[in-house]
Nanobody, 115 residues
Framework: QVQLVESGGGLVRAGGSLRLSCVAS????????MGWYRQAPGNQREMVAL???????NYADSVVGRFTISRDNPKNTVYLQMNGLKTDDTAVYYC?????????WGQGTQVTVSS
């Protein structure tokens, strides 16, 4: 069973930055996709950023130009650098990894952006 452990969440003021990390229990090379979703209270879980195995990335429109996803396969880790944070970015952020068409999820890390 693949395990994903997130870290790096916290409380930050609007305009600030945070970097989330997610470490997988298996080699990063084994995942077709690694990335991040988020869920704010009362909202559905939404895609934030995804990194494909061979290098292409996808971002939600709301984070383009502010967030950057990166992946270090030898370290089994995917990162989310978040700059220019807004109060609307407040949510629980979940790491996701896809392996042979199965999605695995982390437990989530809270990001709170204050005004």
């Amino acid at each position: 069973q693949v395990q994903l452990v997130e870290s790096g969440g916290g409380l930050v003021r609007a305009g600030g930055s945070l970097r989330l990390s997610c470490v997988a229990s298996e080699s990063g090379f084994s995942f077709d996709t690694m990335g991040w979703y988020r869920q704010a209270p009362g909202n559905q879980r939404e895609m934030v950023a995804l990194s494909r195995r061979w290098g292409s990335n996808n971002y939600a429109d709301s984070v383009v130009g502010r967030f950057t996803i990166s992946r270090d396969n030898p370290k089994n880790t995917v990162y989310l650098q978040m700059n220019g944070l807004k109060t609307d970015d407040t949510a629980v952020y979940y790491c996701v990894a896809n392996q042979r068409q199965v999605d695995y999820w982390g437990q989530g890390t809270q990001v709170t952006v204050s005004s």
